[in-house]
Antibody, heavy 118, light 110 residues
Framework: QVQLQESGPGLVKPSETLSLTCTVS????????WSWLRQPAGSGLEWIGR???????IYNPSLKGRVTMSVDTSKNQFSLKLNSVTAADTAVYYC????????????WGQGTLVTVSS | QSALTQPPSASGSPGQSVTISCTGS?????????VSWYKQHPGKAPKLMIY???ERPSGVPDRFSGSKSGNTASLTVSGLQAEDEADYYC??????????FGGGTKLTVL
């Protein structure tokens, strides 16, 4: 079982870019698929996108091209950038490890709250 | 893609069984066998309980089972225990490299 830890600013201004990094420990990022998900307060989960260690990515179509994910295998990290944020992007953001396929998430980070506010 | 539909709440007494439904469409649940279920305690990260409709990850008690009929998936918790009280979320592959979730069900152990 790997451990995941999200890091990044907890406050982002409207129209700016949200940037988060997930550090993987206890295993190599050169396996499995890695995803970002988010959960607004009192609401359900939303899948944001997933990346493979090769850099291959797929994103949730609903985020309309605002998402970019990247991976740094030398640091065992992967990252999320979400641009043009609004208050609707305020949520707890989770990074997670995919299982046999990227469609389920076996291990999760503890989550980090990102608030969009001026 | 619309979210999957779950009842907002469910409840049962210790020892009883409870089933939580997750309704979608032929474009998601009905079209693929990629339904997962997650358990989430307040303030904590979700935990995978079921994947591929009915598969249990290692360490998940066999009191938890999943099934699917048509466009509806179900999670059944047998022999309810106090620690089963949590929020439960379903997810399904929705085609075109998209994954969607249900709105969540709060399970109360009476």
């Amino acid at each position: 079982q790997v451990q995941l830890q999200e890091s990044g600013p907890g406050l982002v201004k409207p129209s700016e870019t949200l940037s988060l990094t997930c550090t993987v420990s206890g295993g190599s990022i050169r396996s499995y698929y890695w995803s970002w998900l988010r959960q607004p307060a009192g609401s359900g989960l939303e899948w944001i996108g997933r990346i493979y260690f090769t850099g291959n990515t797929i994103y949730n179509p609903s985020l309309k091209g605002r998402v970019t994910m990247s991976v740094d295998t030398s640091k065992n990290q992967f990252s999320l950038k979400l641009n043009s944020v609004t208050a609707a992007d305020t949520a707890v953001y989770y990074c997670a490890r995919g299982g046999e396929r990227w469609l389920q998430f076996d291990d999760w980070g503890q989550g980090t709250l990102v608030t969009v506010s001026s | 893609q619309s979210a999957l539909t779950q009842p907002p709440s469910a409840s049962g007494s210790p020892g009883q069984s409870v089933t939580i439904s997750c309704t979608g469409s032929s474009s998601d649940i009905g079209g693929y066998n990629y339904v997962s279920w997650y358990k989430q305690h307040p303030g904590k990260a979700p935990k995978l309980m079921i994947y591929d409709v009915s598969e249990r990850p290692s360490g998940v008690p066999d009191r938890f089972s999943g099934s699917k009929s048509g466009n509806t998936a179900s999670l059944t918790v047998s022999g309810l225990q106090a620690e089963d009280e949590a929020d439960y979320y379903c997810s399904s592959y929705a085609g075109s490299n998209n994954l969607i979730f249900g709105g969540g069900t709060k399970l109360t152990v009476l």
